[in-house]
């Protein structure tokens, strides 16, 4: 082959790949995250310093959709998976929105942990509501235009208003065409604004603001807590973060001298839930060198996790819990680690 030749090839393939880069195809891709130990993100005044570590797991995802290169990679490489878009966000929902949502999604599952350790160690805790985040906006409603995403609304027709569930009794008293006039809270400015009762575009004979809403409920806790997690979204590290700050709050210590990983949302109620991506949290515990991993009955994540750890030859064990209970009553059976091994 000629050097002209030659030279055209590598020009035609290197335009082909450039344009290939640029081609967006609508799948995320979801890969082994990283864990994080809790210690240092989570600091309760007075509390106990634990022998081993408590870490939480995630999974790493593009920030938007993939290229072909992308796509044509993951199709041979082990546990990279290709999600569809709408699996990923609902339809319409933008980057700033899917950010949000997600990093509100932390602040909350901090919260609960938060109340729920402190219960089960018998400590002070009080409850303060503020009123309702706004989480997303519907496209072609008024809200759209007169709200933003995280907007905090603390009064309604200039009532106080404390919860969602408030919220949504003031607007099916009222009927389309109404306006509802809103107090709230905008990067540290008051304003007023009127919105218009309407159909949803999906469901005409159903009426709204057209907006996606959460309580803001603040806790007050004594010994205090700081958690510092701002780099990581989503209420998956639930019960990671619970049995940090419990462990921190109480005598003793539930690691026992473990690395000690897992994954699950919790409830006010203590109930661990499922969550995604489990496979590539059990290969980024692996890689922490844990030697337990705390996943969820549910939805089959324990199952799915037990496959993966058996998969990728980890000797780390799976551990099934449906409750904080359960995660505690597995832990206070760990013997110190170096006795009798």
Known sequence: MSKRKIYTFFISTGIMLAILNFIKLP?????????????????????DAASGKFMMTT?????????????????????????????????????KEYYYRQLHMMDMSQNVATAVAYEKAGKQIEYQYNGVFVMSLIEGMDAENKLEIGDRIFKVEGNPLESSEQFIGYVEKMNA????????????????????IS???????????????????????????TIDASAVGGPSAGLMFTLEIYN?????DLTSGY??????????????GP?????????????AGASYFLAPVASSNYTDAKNTAEEIGTEMKVIPVDSLDDAIKFLQTLQQKGKNQ
């Open 248 to 252: 921190q709050l109480t005598s003793g």
């Open 199 to 225: 159909p949803f575009p999906s469901d005409p004979d159903k009426f709204g603001v057209g907006i996606s809403l959460v309580t803001d409920r603040e806790i007050d806790v004594e010994p205090e807590v």
């Open 59 to 95: 999974v790493g995802v593009s920030r938007g959709e993939i290229n072909v290169l992308t796509y044509l990679w993951a199709q041979v490489a082990p546990h990279h998976d290709l999600i569809p878009s709408e699996n990923m966000r609902p339809v319409g929902e933008s980057d």
């Open 177 to 196: 065409g109404d306006q509802l006039e809103l107090s709230l809270e905008r990067n540290g400015e008051e304003l007023t604004r009127e919105v218009k």
């Open 259 to 272: 690395k000690i990983a897992g994954t699950g949302t919790i409830n006010y109620d203590g109930v661990v």
């Open 27 to 47: 799948y995320f891709l979801n890969l082994p995250g990283d864990a994080y130990e809790l210690a240092p993100i989570v600091k309760v005044e007075g509390g």
């Open 275 to 287: 969550i995604g991506g489990i496979s590539h949290k059990i290969i980024a515990a692996k890689r």
